[in-house]
């Protein structure tokens, strides 16, 4: 079956980085792309990232456009979404996604706080 597990997550001061990792299984991961959301309280879940299947194109959203890279290693079925300079407007539930022709998944979600 399709699993999305997320990791990496974590409370970070403003100003710090993290990298998030979601690693993929139960379907050809490489044939498929991918993509990071997250959620705030009290918010809609938002897209942040994505990355076509081989790599070669990705998109941020505006809000963090120079701060976050979204990235991927299909030899290892695992995307990547790196995190810089983040911000306290940052904290929120990360989420991987795939959008596959069987349907739409997701991972977990981890957490990440930015806090002073």
């Known amino acids: 079956q399709v699993q999305l597990v997320e990791s990496g997550g974590g409370l970070v001061q403003p100003g710090g980085s993290l990298r998030l990792s979601c690693a993929a299984s139960?379907?050809?991961?490489?044939?498929?792309?991918m993509s990071w959301y997250r959620q705030a309280p009290g918010k809609e879940r938002e897209l942040v990232a994505g990355?076509?299947?081989?790599?070669?194109?990705?998109n941020v959203a505006d809000s963090v456009k120079g701060r976050f890279t979204i990235s991927r290693d299909n030899a290892k079925n695992t995307a990547y979404l790196q995190m810089n300079s983040l911000k306290p407007e940052d904290t929120a539930v990360y989420y991987c996604?795939?959008?596959?022709?069987?349907?739409?998944?997701w991972g977990q979600g981890t957490q990440v706080t930015v806090s002073s």
């Open positions: 996604n795939c959008r596959l022709v069987r349907g739409d998944y």
């Open positions: 139960g379907f050809r991961f490489s044939s498929y792309a």
């Open positions: 990355i076509t299947s081989a790599g070669s194109m990705t």
